[in-house]
């Protein structure tokens, strides 16, 4: 079994509610006809997408990039694999019926690229708060769809939870009270914009990094924290991080993303993570979109929530 994330959002338009009547799995890109054709390679099927939106485009990103989502709706994903739908501050979950189809009457909408689903939980949401940092994160997914293989422990604990209609338990009841504490004290606390770097580069190495530095104030190109994780203890993944201790309002804007591309770039980072005690714009969250698309850049945006769930799932490490 397979799981995966999926938005469904065709065109910027909410199409959840029409997914859940239809019984079906909704994604875009409707101009790009004769995808369902299997003899298409890799190639040929980008190509496809290609030459429908992206034609004038210098690079392949945009075209791979979208590409790469209908590939996994159609070709990745596969009878009984998991689909979580995230919705604001919930999410559904499906599981696969069938094979994707094309509805031709439905191109004008941007939504003709559907799949037959079974909808779990009564077609009932299930709020982010069962779920854990990872799977959260997950579901923050910059673009339409993500791969969550490997996250099918927790996706299934979040259904039994849901599905069981029992009351929240002690251990449930205990840990968003932590998580809730935690927030509280990040917002109104003992700590200032140092300490919180810190605090950064210290969860980071509880996380398994080999290395993690807060930058001086005197150095500071976009990233406030660089930490290196080593893939298969082999090969290093650099993460760079910028630093808001900020209250809810206002919330994180474009400017900061802008900023952390800047240290990206200058790091030569492989990803960027904006980690905040406070929330995101929508326009934050798009740039960051436009980023993955344009650029090939991916980028993180960890509210305040967020951040004391991991705190409280993986320890602050030593002071």
């Given at each position: ?133 990872a799977l959260i994160s997950r579901m ?109 309002e206002p919330p994180v804007d474009r ?65």
């Amino acid at each position: 079994m397979q799981a995966f994330v999926l938005r469904i959002a065709p065109s910027e338009i909410d199409r959840v509610p029409e997914a859940l009547e239809n019984n079906q799995l909704i994604i875009g890109w409707a101009d790009a006809e004769g995808l369902l054709d299997d003899q298409l390679d890799w190639a040929a099927f980008r190509q496809v997408v290609r030459d429908s939106y992206y034609r004038d485009d210098k690079t392949l990103h945009r075209a791979g990039a979208a590409a790469g989502h209908m590939w996994r709706f159609i070709r990745e994903m596969a009878r009984g694999d998991l689909v979580v739908v995230p919705y604001g501050s919930n999410f559904y979950v499906a599981e696969v019926a069938g094979d994707a189809i094309y509805l031709p009457e439905r191109s004008s909408e941007d939504s003709a690229y559907r799949r037959p689903v079974n909808w779990l939980n009564a077609k009932q949401p299930i709020p982010r708060a069962y779920a854990k940092s990872a799977l959260i994160s997950r579901m923050k997914v910059q673009g339409t769809s993500a791969s969550a293989t490997d996250l099918l422990d927790e996706i299934r604990e979040c259904l039994e939870v849901a599905s069981s209609g029992a009351t929240p338990s002690f251990h449930s009841d205990f840990q968003s009270s932590l998580v809730e504490r935690a927030l509280n004290e990040l917002r109104h606390g003992r700590i200032d914009s140092f300490g919180f770097e810190n605090l950064i580069k210290n969860l980071f190495r509880s996380l398994g990094a080999k290395e993690a530095r807060v930058v001086p104030r005197n150095q500071d190109k976009g990233a406030d924290v660089v930490a290196t994780f080593l893939v298969a203890e082999t090969f290093p993944l650099i993460v760079a991080v910028q630093a808001k201790h900020w209250q809810p309002e206002p919330p994180v804007d474009r400017h900061v993303i802008d900023q952390l591309v800047s240290g990206m770039e200058a790091e030569a980072a492989d990803l960027g993570m904006v980690i905040t005690t406070g929330t995101y714009s929508d326009d934050a969250s798009r740039a960051a979109k436009e980023y993955l698309e344009n650029a090939g850049m991916k980028i993180e945006l960890v509210d305040g929530e967020q951040f004391a769930k991991m705190i409280i799932e993986h320890g602050i490490g030593e002071s």
